[in-house]
């Protein structure tokens, strides 16, 4: 049986997105997955960096320029 992985990107827009490059030819099954779960992890990341920035700084909102 096949666990199955949440994730908070849908993997079908994903793979159309992916498809809609003309040099990608056939995308397995476990890469929309794999590359939801990388968005993720760069999102928390830059959000947590953000959110860092946005503390030393003494700012009580988040703008584009913390990032």
Known sequence: ???????????????KIMQADED???????????????LELFLQDLIDRSYKITLQSGAKTLNSFHL
């Open 1 to 15: 049986m096949r666990k199955k992985l949440g994730t908070r990107f849908p993997a079908a827009r994903i793979k």
């Open 24 to 38: 990608v030819g056939k995308i397995a099954l476990a890469v929309p997955v794999l590359v939801s779960r990388a």
